[in-house]
């Protein structure tokens, strides 16, 4: 297995019902470090910029209104795989068909208020964890 990292975001659902120590309890359970963590509020061109990959769906206009809407916890989580083992610890973006146990069977309030993002690939994780932190603000 190869130690890899993966960008987190606790969304701003989960942060409104003070759910960010349960949901890191549940990463690190699964064997998930966290090794760097920030609290933000992020601004409309932030949600924007993160989520231009689903500029033309349409749902983006309400994602990132929702994702503005309160604070988030962006964090990296690094361990063996993972990105895969992140995944499988929320479980599918749509709760009725996340495995019990997962994030998102247990907190989500909808398929867009989940509770948690993801990285879907080791690529798209190097660029999303860039886009919130410097190297400088990893400690391993």
Same mark, same amino acid.
Not at 20 to 25: E, L, P, V
Not at 97 to 104: F, L, P
Not at 114 to 119: E, L, M, R, V, Y
């Given at each position: 297995m190869?130690?890899?990292r993966t960008l987190s975001i606790i969304k701003p659902d989960a942060t409104r019902r003070n759910l960010?120590?349960?949901?890191?309890?549940m990463l690190e359970e699964a064997g998930l470090?966290?090794?760097a963590q920030r609290r933000v509020r992020l601004t409309r061109a932030q949600a924007e910029g993160f989520y231009a990959v689903h500029k033309a769906r349409p749902?983006?206009?309400?994602l990132c209104a929702f994702m503005t809407s309160g604070p988030v916890v962006?964090?990296?989580?690094?361990? #063996?795989d993972a990105v895969a083992k992140n995944r499988k610890v929320m479980g599918a973006t749509d709760? $009725?068909?996340? #495995?019990?146990?997962?994030?998102?069977k247990t907190f989500a309030e909808s398929i867009e208020a989940? $509770?948690?993002?993801?990285?879907d690939s080791a690529e798209n994780a190097k660029g999303e964890i860039a886009y919130f932190f410097a190297g400088t603000d990893i400690v391993g």
């Open positions: 190869a130690i890899e960010t120590g349960r949901i890191n309890a470090r966290i090794v749902f983006f206009d309400s962006v964090q990296v989580l690094e361990g #063996d709760s $009725s068909k996340a #495995d019990a146990g997962t994030i998102r989940n $509770s948690a993002h993801g990285s």
